[in-house]
C-alpha cells in the first residue's frame, strides 16, 4: 500500500498569485503545449526531493515551491525557497517531525524525511563500490527510478542506472534494499586469505564425506534396469486391477459356491424322501405278497372242499345232520386277490418311477458335487494363490518405486552439492569484490519479465513477441533487440514501460516501495515507421494501461498531447497557452 501521495504543488513568489496543482491518488495528468510550464511540474518535485538547482526562472517572480504530502496519519508541508539549501516542513503526522531539515549531511536530511513515508526509519548504509565501501542510503540514490525528466526519457541507457558510472552500485544496492530490505551489514571487506582457504578446505571436506556417503548408500538400494518412476507405477496400478479383478472373481467363485452347497443340501433331501419312500413301497409290497398267499391259501383250501362227501348222518347217534351252504368264501377271496394284484402291479410301477426319479437324483447330485469341488479348487488352486502372487508383486514394485524415489533424492543432493563445491572451488580472491549485479537472483529478473511483458502485451506493442529484462544492464530486450537498437520514440516508450514494471513489483513483492512515478514526455516522440495508425494505438494502449492499473501508488504524466480516451478514472490538468480559454500553463501571468 502506498503510505502517501503528493497532494498539492504551489509556487509563489512576492506579489505573485499562488500556481496551484491538485492531485489525486492514482493517474494523474497533465497535459498542454509546449512551453506551458509543464517540465515545471516535476523539476519543482525533485527540488523538494533534495536536488541542488532548479530550472524555475527567479525572473518569473516566482521563487517559493511548495509540496502538501497526504499521509494515512496527518499532512505535511514541504517548503523551499529557490538557490536555498534548506526545506521548511510543517507536520501534522505523528511520524514526521516539523522543522528545517537540510538537502545534505548526516543530520536531519530532508532524504529522512522521505525514506520515513515508505518506511524506512533507520539509518541505512549501502555498499557503494566493488570494495565493500559504504555510504548512507538516501532518497536521491534511486529517486532516478521514478522521477524522468524529459531529457532522459529517451535514454539509451537503463533508467534504473544513474548517469554516473561509478554511482551504479550504489543505485543497485538501494534498489536491492528496497526489494529485501537488505543491506549487507554484516558484509565485510575482505577475508584472511589463510582463514579463507581454511574454511574452503572444510567445506570441501564436508561436502566430499556427503558425497562418499551417498556413493554407499547408492550401492545398498538394489535398482533393476529399466524400471524408472513411471513404469513402476503403471504396473503398480494394473497389479491393483488384477488384485480388483481377481477378488471379485473370488467374491463370485465364493457366492457361487454357497448356492452350490444349498442345492446339494436341497438334493440331498430329494434323495432321502426318495429312500424313505422307496422302503415304504418295499413294506406294503411285503404286505400284499403275504395277503395274497393267504387269499391264495383259502381259495385253493375251497376248491379242495368241493371234492370232500358232505356228511348228512351223525356218526355217533346217526341223526340227520344239516348241511349249511358256506358258499362265498372263495368268491370274496378270488375278488380280494385281484383287488391285491392290482395294486401290486401299481406299487410295481411307483416303485420303477421312484426308482428312475432316485436315480437322477444322484446324477445331479454327483454333477453338483462335481461342480462344488471345480469351484473349490478355481479357489483354492487358482485365485487364492493368484491373489498371493499379485500382492507380493505389488510389495515388491512398491519398494522399488520407494528405492527410485530414494535414489533420485540422493542423486538431486549430490547434484547441489557438488554445484556448491565447484562454485566454492572455482572462487577465487577477484571474487571477493562486491557484485551488486549477481545478487538479483532469478525470482527478481523472472517477475519483471513478467511484469514488462504484461504491460507490453496490453500496450499493443508493434510486433511484440517477446521481451525479457537483462541482469547485465538492467533493461528491456524486445523481440530479441536491446533498446538502444530503437529511435527516441521508442526508447521513450521502453523505458517508461520498464519504470511502470518496476513500480509495480516494487508495490506488489518488495518490502519497501516508494509509490510515486513521475514520467515526463513518455509518448512525444513516438513515431511508427510507416503506419502512423500503429503508433496511435500503442499511445492510447498505454494510457489506457495506466488509466486501468493504478493501484501501485501515485503516477504523474507529464505530455503534450493525449490520446482520446474516458479519464474519468484519472485527474487531467490540461494547460491550453491560450489566455481566452482555459489555463494558459503552469505559472500565472507568465505567457
Known amino acids: 500500500m502506498t503510505k502517501f501521495y503528493i497532494e498539492k504543488l ?35 518535485i525533485d527540488y523538494l526531493f533534495g536536488s541542488d538547482n532548479t530550472r524555475l526562472d527567479r525572473n518569473t517572480g516566482y521563487d517559493w515551491v511548495k509540496l502538501i504530502i497526504a499521509t494515512n496519519t ?88 544513474p548517469k554516473q558510472n561509478t554511482a551504479s552500485t550504489a543505485a543497485l544496492s538501494a534498489l536491492y534494499f528496497l526489494i529485501t530490505g537488505k543491506d549487507f ?37 538394489v535398482i533393476k534396469p529399466h524400471q524408472d518412476a513411471i513404469t513402476l507405477q503403471e504396473r503398480v496400478e494394473a497389479v491393483l486391477d488384477d488384485i480388483v479383478k481377481i477378488e471379485n472373481a473370488i467374491a463370485e467363485s465364493i457366492k457361487h459356491n454357497k448356492q452350490l452347497l444349498k442345492e446339494i443340501f436341497d438334493t440331498n433331501a430329494q434323495l432321502s424322501e426318495c429312500n424313505t419312500l422307496y422302503n415304504r413301497y418295499q413294506s406294503l409290497r411285503s404286505q400284499y405278497a403275504a395277503d395274497i398267499n393267504r387269499l391264495t391259501f383259502i381259495v385253493d383250501g375251497d376248491l379242495s372242499r368241493e371234492e370232500l362227501v358232505a356228511t348228512s348222518k351223525c356218526p355217533f347217534c346217526e341223526g340227520d345232520i344239516s348241511i349249511q351252504d358256506e358258499g362265498g368264501y372263495a368268491e370274496a377271496s378270488r375278488a380280494e386277490l385281484h383287488k391285491i394284484k392290482l395294486q401290486l402291479s401299481d406299487l ?27 469351484v473349490e479348487d478355481l479357489l483354492n488352486g487358482e485365485l487364492k494363490p493368484k491373489v498371493e502372487i499379485l500382492k507380493k508383486n505389488l510389495s515388491e514394485y512398491r ?25 566454492m572451488l572455482k572462487v577465487e580472491d577477484s571474487e571477493a569484490e562486491f557484485k551488486i549485479r549477481s545478487h538479483f537472483n532469478q525470482d527478481i ?15 499493443k506493442y508493434e510486433g511484440f513477441s517477446s521481451a525479457y529484462f537483462s ?26 514501460v520498464l519504470a511502470v514494471a518496476l513500480m509495480e ?55 503534450n498531447s493525449i490520446p482520446k480516451l474516458d479519464y474519468s478514472k484519472a485527474n487531467v490538468i490540461s494547460f491550453t497557452k491560450d489566455v481566452a480559454q482555459g489555463r494558459y500553463g503552469f505559472l500565472y501571468d507568465v505567457c
Open 10 to 44: 504551489i509556487v509563489t513568489g512576492t506579489g505573485k498569485e499562488p500556481s496551484i496543482l491538485d492531485f489525486k491518488p492514482g493517474l494523474n495528468i497533465v497535459s498542454g503545449p509546449s512551453d506551458t510550464g509543464k517540465s515545471y511540474v516535476l523539476e519543482c
Open 74 to 161: 496527518g499532512r505535511i508541508t514541504l517548503e523551499r525557497q529557490v538557490d536555498a539549501n534548506k526545506i521548511k516542513v510543517s507536520s501534522t503526522s505523528r511520524n514526521i517531525d516539523s522543522g528545517t531539515y537540510a538537502i545534505s549531511g548526516k543530520n536531519h536530511n530532508i532524504s529522512d524525511l522521505w525514506l520515513q513515508l515508505i518506511g524506512i526509519t533507520k539509518d541505512h548504509h549501502i555498499i557503494k563500490n566493488s570494495r565493500f565501501e559504504r555510504q548512507r542510503l538516501t532518497w536521491r540514490t534511486f529517486s532516478h527510478m521514478l522521477l524522468i525528466k524529459e531529457t532522459n526519457v529517451f535514454q539509451e541507457a537503463s533508467i534504473i542506472m
Open 185 to 221: 551489514a554484516e558484509a565485510e571487506t575482505k577475508e584472511d586469505k589463510k582463514v579463507k582457504e581454511a574454511r574452503k578446505h572444510a567445506v570441501a571436506a564436508y561436502i566430499n564425506n556427503r558425497l562418499a556417503d551417498f556413493s554407499v548408500r547408492k550401492a545398498e538400494l
Open 348 to 374: 410295481f410301477e411307483a416303485e420303477s418311477d421312484l426308482a428312475n426319479e432316485r436315480t437322477e437324483i444322484e446324477k445331479n447330485l454327483a454333477i453338483l458335487s462335481a461342480k462344488k469341488s471345480a
Open 399 to 423: 519398494q522399488a518405486i520407494e528405492i527410485q524415489n530414494e535414489a533420485a533424492v540422493i542423486h538431486e543432493y549430490e547434484m547441489t552439492m557438488k554445484n556448491e563445491l565447484y562454485e
Open 445 to 459: 529478473i523472472d517477475s519483471l519479465d513478467a511484469y514488462i511483458n504484461k504491460i507490453l502485451k496490453q500496450c
Open 471 to 496: 541482469p547485465n544492464n538492467f533493461d528491456v530486450f524486445v523481440n530479441g533487440k536491446s533498446k538502444g537498437s530503437f529511435g527516441k520514440g521508442y526508447r521513450a516508450f521502453l523505458n517508461t
Open 505 to 559: 513489483y516494487l508495490a506488489e513483492q518488495s518490502k519497501y516501495s516508494p509509490g510515486l512515478l513521475i514520467v515526463d514526455s513518455p509518448i512525444l516522440s513516438l513515431k511508427e515507421r510507416g503506419d502512423e495508425k500503429a503508433s496511435d494505438t500503442m499511445k492510447a494502449a498505454l494510457f489506457q494501461y495506466l488509466l486501468d492499473n493504478q493501484n501501485a501508488g501515485q503516477i504523474i504524466i507529464i505530455e
